[in-house]
């Protein structure tokens, strides 16, 4: 066995020093020049992180993360309702609006008229009026998070 393996190594070594003797370049490869390539990155992750504080400024219209944090949903409960929403913690989109299952891609109120539970398509904007077909909303924690790995 050891002699096998002794035998083996050296093929497979040739083999892909054939390979790599007999590959062709698609393109060349670029001439990196080290200072001016790391001035270039250095600014280009700045801009970027420019960039990512003024779209998180702007995200909530100006309002801080931690502003959005402070806010939560209202409980919409009453006496027997048939259905009740519960959702584990407020999204930020959701806290920002005031809205339950409000943000880009929820797809919830278009979920919620096409299996016929509500009569008609209904918005974030009018999540209490579903109190008056029997259906309320809550959530497990009320402290609002970026994500649920944010919660203890």
């Given at each position: 066995?050891?002699?096998?393996?002794?035998?083996?190594?050296?093929?497979?070594?040739?083999?892909f020093n054939?390979v790599k003797?007999?590959?062709?370049?698609?393109?060349?490869?670029?001439?990196?020049?080290?200072?001016?390539?790391?001035?270039?990155?250095?600014?280009?992750?700045?801009?970027?992180?420019?960039?990512?504080?003024?779209?998180?400024?702007?995200?909530?219209?100006?309002?801080?993360?931690?502003?959005i944090a402070?806010?939560?949903?209202?409980?919409?409960?009453?006496?027997?309702?048939?259905?009740?929403?519960?959702?584990?913690?407020?999204?930020?989109?959701?806290?920002?609006?005031?809205?339950?299952?409000?943000?880009?891609?929820?797809?919830?109120?278009?979920?919620?008229?096409?299996?016929?539970?509500?009569?008609?398509?209904?918005?974030?904007?009018?999540?209490?009026?579903?109190?008056?077909?029997?259906?309320?909303?809550?959530?497990?924690?009320?402290?609002?998070?970026?994500?649920?790995?944010?919660?203890?």
């Amino acid at each position: 066995s050891a002699t096998q393996d002794n035998t083996i190594q050296p093929k497979i070594s040739s083999f892909f020093n054939e390979v790599k003797n007999n590959v062709q370049l698609i393109a060349p490869k670029p001439s990196i020049q080290s200072s001016n390539c790391t001035e270039t990155y250095s600014k280009q992750k700045k801009k970027r992180e420019d960039s990512k504080s003024k779209r998180q400024m702007n995200r909530f219209n100006g309002m801080s993360e931690e502003e959005i944090a402070k806010k939560g949903l209202p409980d919409y409960l009453k006496e027997n309702l048939d259905i009740v929403f519960i959702g584990i913690n407020p999204s930020m989109h959701a806290a920002w609006t005031g809205k339950y299952y409000d943000g880009p891609g929820n797809h919830f109120w278009q979920c919620l008229h096409l299996s016929g539970i509500v009569p008609d398509n209904m918005t974030a904007a009018d999540d209490f009026k579903l109190l008056n077909y029997g259906i309320g909303f809550t959530n497990v924690v009320a402290r609002t998070t970026r994500g649920l790995s944010d919660l203890t």
